[in-house]
């Protein structure tokens, strides 16, 4: 969590593989969602699983969730929690996507 304009962003290449891991350090649960794109849940607490493809996956409290994706569009993509108190404090970051070269 982040002050408004403060947050630094996740900055990747359009068609880039990349693997997110959403570590939830606190007792809350938090469902985090990515706009524009799908991820697959490749890893709980470390061990590695095929999950489902999704957009939104329920990280629970103290818990680690690894997910993989392909970069798409190049632009600013919002990654946040989907609970709107978390959301509306702060609990939201950019995925940013560049141009490939
Ligand atoms: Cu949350």
Redesign the pocket.
């Known amino acids: 969590m982040t002050e408004k304009g403060q947050h630094q962003p996740i900055i990747v290449r359009s068609g880039e593989r990349v693997v997110l891991s959403l570590h939830n350090m606190s007792m809350?649960?938090?469902?985090m969602h990515l706009h524009g794109h799908v991820f697959q849940v490749v890893g709980l607490n470390g061990r590695r699983v095929a999950g489902a493809l999704r957009d939104t996956v329920h990280v629970s409290p103290m818990s680690m969730v690894d997910v993989a994706l392909d970069a798409g569009e190049a632009a600013r993509w919002m990654l946040h929690?989907h609970?709107m108190p978390?959301l509306a404090t702060g609990?939201i970051t950019e995925f940013a996507v560049t141009a490939s070269a």
């Open positions: 809350m649960a938090h469902p929690c609970h978390h609990m």
